[in-house]
Nanobody
Framework: QVHLVESGGGLVQTGGSLRLSCAAS????????MGWYRQAPGKQRELVAI???????NYADSVKGRFTISRDNAKNTWYLQMNSLKPEDTAVYYC????????WGQGTQVTVSS
């Protein structure tokens, strides 16, 4: 069973940057794609970035050009570099497969102040 742990969130001002990490433990060889999701208060959880095993990436329009998803295969860790943060990026950020097939971790809170 794969266990996901997100970290790296915090409080930043508008225009700031953060780097989130998602560490996966367990059997991950079957994971085809991994994504970063976020959920703001009162809103549904949404996919913001995804990376496939082959390295292809895709982003939600709202973060395109500002966020970058990457991975370190040796560390079983995925990253989300977030630049030019905006107040509307405030949310709890989670990682999971593209099919949302794993148990959700606790997430990491990102708060962007105006």
């Amino acid at each position: 069973q794969v266990h996901l742990v997100e970290s790296g969130g915090g409080l930043v001002q508008t225009g700031g940057s953060l780097r989130l990490s998602c560490a996966a433990s367990g059997s991950i060889f079957s994971i085809w794609s991994m994504g970063w999701y976020r959920q703001a208060p009162g809103k549904q959880r949404e996919l913001v970035a995804i990376i496939t095993r082959g390295g292809s990436t895709n982003y939600a329009d709202s973060v395109k050009g500002r966020f970058t998803i990457s991975r370190d295969n040796a560390k079983n860790t995925w990253y989300l570099q977030m630049n030019s943060l905006k107040p509307e990026d405030t949310a709890v950020y989670y990682c999971n497969t593209g099919l949302r097939s794993l148990n959700w971790g606790q997430g990491t809170q990102v708060t962007v102040s105006s």
